[in-house]
């Protein structure tokens, strides 16, 4: 499967931004999908999550209650509503899948197959 990800750019601090993550090729039916995003000098983070069954979401303990992973009916696209946006959730944001990964490496970026190409966030004044 082939990720596109796409919505990123310039926000103010409080303000809200909605990222896309379309599946070309196939659906994410059976895929755990994962957004993860990487700040300047730091590593990989993980963001939010579905499972594999798509029944359940998972996310990073300090985004709880700002960040909404979400999906569309046809399960082509899953998307991150960021709300609250702080200058420090700056970071390039990426999304990923994998048919085979297990609810306890959700969090695990070395255990995803598949990658879009990220796209930037800023959030500045």
């Known amino acids: 499967v082939q990720l596109q990800a796409s919505g990123g750019g310039l926000v103010q601090p409080g303000g809200s931004l909605r990222l896309s993550c379309a599946a070309s090729?196939?659906?994410?039916?059976?895929?755990?999908v994962a957004w993860f995003r990487q700040a300047p000098g730091k590593e990989r983070e993980f963001v939010a999550a579905?499972?594999?069954?798509?029944?359940?979401?998972v996310y990073a303990d300090s985004l709880k209650g700002r960040f909404t992973i979400s999906r569309d009916n046809a399960r082509t696209t899953v998307f991150l509503q960021m709300d609250s946006l702080k200058p420090e959730d700056t970071a390039v944001y990426y999304c990923?899948?994998?048919?085979?990964?297990?609810?306890?490496?959700?969090?695990?970026?070395?255990?995803?197959?598949?990658w879009g190409q990220g796209t930037l966030v800023t959030v500045s004044s």
């Open positions: 090729g196939r659906t994410f039916r059976s895929y755990a």
């Open positions: 990923a899948a994998d048919a085979h990964i297990i609810y306890s490496s959700l969090g695990r970026p070395e255990q995803y197959h598949y």
């Open positions: 579905f499972t594999r069954t798509g029944s359940n979401t």
